[in-house]
T-cell receptor, first 114, second 110 residues
Framework: AQTVTQSQPEMSVQEAETVTLSCTYD???????LFWYKQPPSRQMILVIR????KQQNATENRFSVNFQKAAKSFSLKISDSQLGDTAMYFC???????????WGAGTKLIIKP | NAGVTQTPKFQVLKTGQSMTLQCAQD?????MSWYRQDPGMGLRLIHY???????DQGEVPNGYNVSRSTTEDFPLRLLSAAPSQTSVYFC?????????FGPGTRLTVT
């Protein structure tokens, strides 16, 4: 069975700093997708970035980028120039290529301080 | 284009009561799913559907029922509410590139 582990329950950084959130996963699949979702206090789940396992290039979306290490089964999220609006819970999630079910980590609470 | 909508946003039930959480999407997605979110845990899959008339169980299906009569709608029924079902419930639809989530329903069972 697939599992997703986020080892940092909570992190706090100053505005404008760079922060990296960790995620590791366990799978025997070769075809899969990885996601980072953001959940602000509004409770809405918002897709931050996704990575297809078959792509070697790390995904980037503006200030957000990932470090995808397939052999190590690691998928960390880097947020550059952090902003107050980045304060949220961040969830790492895994999806097999054969279905659409998401398997979630427990989340990391990120606090950006002014 | 409303995306995924859920009603109600909040609900309080007494133990033993039943209710239906509504979910609808207007993106013509075949795949829809229900998750529950509990403190300190990631979301857990309750039930999912790969198209009208086709549903299946996820990780935590006990106490819940679903049906899918149309592509747009995927209601979740609580048959006899229990305090252990106090949670936030999310409906989602989509594919490999993104799952779109509704705003969630906070359910409290007393």
């Amino acid at each position: 069975a697939q599992t997703v582990t986020q080892s940092q329950p909570e992190m706090s950084v100053q505005e404008a700093e760079t922060v990296t959130l960790s995620c590791t996963y366990d799978t025997s699949e070769s075809n899969y997708y990885l996601f980072w979702y953001k959940q602000p206090p509004s409770r809405q789940m918002i897709l931050v970035i996704r990575q297809e396992a078959y792509k070697q290039q790390n995904a980037t979306e503006n200030r957000f980028s990932v470090n995808f290490q397939k052999a190590a089964k690691s998928f960390s999220l880097k947020i550059s120039d952090s902003q107050l609006g980045d304060t949220a819970m961040y969830f790492c999630a895994f999806m097999r290529g054969s279905n659409y079910q998401l398997i979630w980590g427990a989340g990391t609470k990120l606090i950006i301080k002014p | 284009n409303a995306g995924v909508t859920q009603t109600p946003k909040f609900q309080v039930l007494k133990t033993g009561q039943s209710m239906t959480l509504q979910c609808a999407q207007d993106m013509n997605h075949e795949y829809m799913s229900w998750y529950r979110q509990d403190p300190g845990m990631g979301l857990r899959l309750i039930h999912y559907s790969v198209g009208a008339g086709i549903t299946d169980q996820g990780e935590v299906p006990n106490g819940y029922n679903v049906s899918r009569s149309t592509t747009e709608d995927f209601p979740l029924r609580l048959l006899s509410a229990a305090p252990s079902q106090t949670s936030v419930y999310f409906c989602a639809s989509g594919g490999h590139y993104e799952q779109y989530f509704g705003p969630g329903t906070r359910l409290t069972v007393t």
